[in-house]
Every structure is written in C-alpha cells, then in structure tokens.
C-alpha cells in the first residue's frame, strides 16, 4: 500500500526525477512510482563482457546542443568528467564498400550546403511536409538518400515519409555535443536519483482516473493524489487506460507523436588490431534510397566495442523480424564495408531492446507531417489543470526527443501544479 500525496509522478526517467527534484526541494509533498526495478528509464547505462568491461549507454548517449542543456550545468556542478565528444570524434566516409575520394567527399559536403540552403528554408513554409518530401527537392543529389538517412531515421529515429519536416526543424539539435564520463545513465542515476529522493520500484500504473482527483491503480493498490505529471513515453500512453477517456484533442496529439526506433549494438573486439580503424571513428557509408542502412561508431572513446546504429523503419523492421534479425544485418553489414573477416574478430553482440520493452514501445517520439503542435497539445493540462502530461515527447524547448527536454518538461510540469495555474 502507498500512502495518498499530493502529487503523484508517473515514471522515474529523467522527466518524473527533475519533477520530483523540484518538488522536494520546495517541500511540496508528492510520491514517484516507477513500473521497472531501476530508475533513469530511456537514460540506462550498464557494463558488461560485450562492451569489454566499459560502460555502455543502452539510450541516451550524448548531451546534445550542451550550451542550452540543463544537465550540462548539473553534470559541471557534480564535478562528472565530460567528454567534448565534438573535437575527438573522426568521421569516415565510405561509397560502397570503399572509402570515399576527394571528389566524393567534395559532393557529400556540397550536399549539405544544398540541404541548408533548399531544405532548411522550406521548413519554415506552409504548408508543413514529410521530410522525404522535402528531399525530393534534392532528388538528383547522389547524397540526397544519406542526408536523409541521418538527419531523420538516426538522429530523429523516425519514419522519413511520415516525420514533420517542422518538427525536425524545431527540434534540430545545433551545438555542442558532450559525452559524460561513466555514461548519462549512470549520471541520472546517480545525480538526478538523488535530488529526486525515494521511489517507488516495481509499481506500475495500470489505470488512471481523474473525474474527481486522481486515482492511479497499481498492483500494489490504488494512490490518491490530488494532481499527477505522467512522464511515460507516448508509446506506453498509448495503452495506458484513462477514465474518462483522454479528451479528443489529446488523442490526437497521441496519435501523431509515434515512437521512433533507434537501435544501438556493441561488438566487443577480440584482437588487439582493432580491424585497423582509429580510436572514436564515425563510418557513414552512402545511402541508396530504399535500401536498409546503419552507421558505425569504432572504438568510442578509446573503449574497445564497435557501435552500430540503427535507425527508423530498417530498425522497426529487424526489431519485428524477431531474435537474431538486427546482429545478421550488422554483422553482413560489418563485413560489407571492413572485409569478410571483420566480425570474427568481434565477440557476442549486446542489442538494445527498446523496441520490445514495455515500458518503453520504442526510443522517442516525432511528430507525423502537419502535427508539429502534438508536442504543445499532448503538454496541455487537463483535469481542470492537475493531469499534466510530461516527458521528452511534449517538450516544447526545442530538445524534445532529448534528457535535455525531458528534465525541463518534467521540471515545469511540478513548477506549474505548485504555482496551481489552471489549464
Ligand atoms: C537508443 C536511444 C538513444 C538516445 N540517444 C540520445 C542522446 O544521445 N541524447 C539525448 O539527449 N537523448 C537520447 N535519447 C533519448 C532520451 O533517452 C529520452 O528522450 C529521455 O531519456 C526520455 O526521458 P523521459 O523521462 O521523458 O522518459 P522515460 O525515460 O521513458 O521515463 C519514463 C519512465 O516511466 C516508466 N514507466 C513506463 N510505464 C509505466 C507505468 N505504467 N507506470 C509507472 N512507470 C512507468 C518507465 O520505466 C520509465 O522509467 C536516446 C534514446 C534512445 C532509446
């Protein structure tokens, strides 16, 4: 049984641990309930014998656009170690199963000129469009299908057919991008765990109801509170049973925020050559419209695994394709690009399962083409003000998908229940 509060938090990822951090250092009573034995949700860091002994971010990896971050002021201020990821970090280019040449490489940086200059503008034009539509203005562009690769299916996880080129706009994560030594999810655990104070482990919200108060049903009973900040992903709202149901508006905005995937794997190397490839090496080979991709991150850091990512559809679909799916097509892959022996000298893979989580349903949210303004409208209170929804989804700040957004989406939820501003 947990006592009735005042406030109930929803998930103890990064948005429920800035919530409850900011309503414990006000002394405002509240109680978090977290439905998986640990904290940090999406910010996960472990260490094991596929990444050779070295920690390993299973979610977020990077603190991205630092200067406006506001886990990089808490990072500094606990003395963390930081990592300036952006001046160490080696890019390779490949064509095939080669490395680029110069002429090549020109291209690739003359089609990110062409992108900044045809496709960003366009974003900020009505009406909104899918960002693979946006790229059909570089349709001649050889590059066009490797931009379009990396700025929606990686970086933003999504489907580029359907991913908002707005959203992406706003969202665009310009700056500086740091690693913290340890992993992010070891620092959120660590440091945000502890401003945020106790939790509740195990205990997952089956139902909520909010006509008078609100009433989380869990396994261990039911938590009265006169207000809540649910922080759960838009993956796992979408199966979360509300009574009444949640209001149109709100359902729609559900409806456009679908999880992306980004899938991450480790390869530990088992020889001491490290297949000839440099310390923290970025290897982007060139996309061809259509076919499944990945990118591969060597040796982060100095750490001796080999990262793939994969991102989007091609993610969704391997996660779908079942057990062994997503390590065949990295491993054909690796062989592919650094030659046939490459992934003998790679050990047991470790694949992050985000896409079969529970409590997660995927990586993080984007909204579809036209629905820019789910994130606001998913933010928006109901309840007559004392249901608010929180989390890197509904971030507004320009980070959404992001820790960054979540700390201060979960953040101005508490702010907001404290001050009582209604809807
Ligand atoms: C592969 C990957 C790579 C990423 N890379 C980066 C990166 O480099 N940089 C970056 O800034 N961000 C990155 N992110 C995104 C970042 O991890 C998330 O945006 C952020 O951690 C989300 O925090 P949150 O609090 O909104 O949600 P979550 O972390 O999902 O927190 C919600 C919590 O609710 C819990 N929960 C779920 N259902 C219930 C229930 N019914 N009852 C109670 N609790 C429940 C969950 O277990 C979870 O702990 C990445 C994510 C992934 C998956």
Redesign the pocket.
């Known amino acids: 049984m947990i006592a009735d509060t005042d406030i109930a938090i929803?998930?103890?990822?990064?948005?429920?641990?800035?919530a409850a951090a900011t309503l414990r250092a006000a002394g405002h009573p509240c109680v978090v309930?977290?439905?998986?034995a640990?904290?940090?949700?999406?910010?996960?860091t472990t260490t094991g014998p596929e990444t050779a002994g070295h920690w390993f971010?299973?979610?977020?990896?990077?603190?991205?656009a630092a200067e406006r971050?506001p886990?990089t002021t808490i990072a500094r201020d606990n003395g963390v170690g930081i990592i300036e990821s952006d001046k160490i970090r080696r890019w390779r280019l490949h064509v095939g199963n080669r490395p680029a040449d110069a002429a090549e490489t020109a291209a690739y940086h003359a089609a990110w000129e062409t992108f900044e200059a045809t496709i960003r503008p366009r974003a900020s034009q009505e009406p909104d469009i899918a960002f693979a539509n946006a790229m059909a203005l570089m349709r001649d562009n050889p590059w066009a299908a490797t931009i379009e690769l990396w700025e929606a299916a990686q970086i933003a996880?999504a489907d580029p057919a359907r991913f908002s080129l707005r959203d992406w706009l706003v969202n665009d994560?310009e700056g500086t991008?740091l690693i913290l030594e340890g992993g992010?999810g070891a620092f959120?655990a660590t440091h945000l765990g502890a401003a945020a104070g106790p939790v509740e482990l195990n205990?997952?919200?089956?139902a909520i109801d909010w006509r008078d108060g609100i009433r989380i049903e869990?396994p261990r009973g039911t938590i009265r509170a006169r207000a809540a900040i649910v922080?759960?992903?838009t993956g796992?709202l979408a199966h979360?049973p509300f009574t009444p149901g949640l209001p149109a508006t709100h359902q729609d905005a559900l409806a456009n925020l679908p999880m992306g995937?980004?899938?991450?794997i480790a390869l530990p190397a088992l020889t001491q050559d490290r297949l000839g490839l440099p310390d923290t090496m970025s290897l982007r080979r060139q996309a061809i419209a259509g076919e499944p991709s990945m990118s591969i991150f060597a040796w982060p850091y100095g750490a001796p695994f080999l990262q793939s990512?994969i991102g989007g559809p091609t993610a969704w679909a391997l996660a779908k394709a079942g057990p062994g799916a997503t390590e065949d097509f990295v491993r054909g892959q690796i062989r592919y690009l650094l030659g046939a022996d490459a992934d003998r000298a790679l050990g047991p893979a470790l694949i992050?399962g985000?896409a079969t989580?529970?409590?997660?349903r995927?990586?993080?949210a984007y909204a579809t083409t036209g629905h820019a303004g789910a994130r606001a409208i998913l933010g928006t209170p109901i309840a007559e003000g004392n249901l608010i929804f929180?989390?890197?989804?509904v971030?507004t700040d320009g980070?959404?998908?992001?820790?960054?957004?979540?700390?201060l989406?979960?953040a101005a939820a508490a702010r907001r229940l404290m001050s009582g501003r209604a809807a």
């Open positions: 929803i998930g103890a990822g990064v948005a429920g641990l800035a309930i977290e439905a998986a640990r904290i940090g949700g999406r910010a996960y971010d299973h979610g977020a990896t990077w603190l991205h971050n886990l996880a994560l991008n992010i959120v205990t997952p919200a089956t869990t922080t759960v992903s796992v979360l995937l980004l899938t991450k990512f992050t985000w989580d529970p409590w997660h995927g990586s993080y929180a989390g890197e989804a971030c980070l959404a998908g992001t820790v960054g957004g979540a700390y989406s979960g």
